[in-house]
């Protein structure tokens, strides 16, 4: 397992963006499958967007949110635009090294403590 911090949340307005980071100390970050998951209140957590060699989105973002990696940095960002209030949640960065790349939260063995994402209409 690997420490995850995020960052990079707050609030914006609907039509607005942010970008999230996720960052990790003293791990080589390339053989890391990295996902973003998402959970609003009441609401069960959901996958967004993952990312190792290839990327893949939810429908839900897809074209609106691009994640990438800088390995140099360890860092993995999900660029948040067009944000709409249905994007509110809760976004939690999540790894596995030397995994493929999924977009089910059971397969990732490493979280973030979340960062809250708040879109006001």
């Not at 397969?107 to 006001?120: A, H, I, K, L, M």
């Amino acid at each position: 397992q690997v420490q995850l911090v995020e960052s990079g949340g707050g609030l914006v307005q609907a039509g607005g963006s942010l970008r999230l980071s996720c960052t990790t100390s003293g791990r080589t970050f390339s053989s890391y499958a990295v996902a973003w998951f998402r959970q609003a209140p009441g609401k069960d957590r959901e996958f967004v967007a993952a990312t190792k060699t290839s990327t893949f989105y939810a429908d839900s973002v897809k074209g609106r949110f691009t994640i990438s990696r800088d390995n140099a940095k360890n860092t993995v960002y999900l660029q948040m635009n067009s944000l709409r209030p249905e994007d509110t949640a809760v976004y939690y960065c999540a790894a596995r090294r030397n995994w493929p790349l999924s977009g089910s939260s059971i397969e990732y063995d490493s979280w973030g403590q979340g960062t809250q994402v708040t879109v006001s209409s």
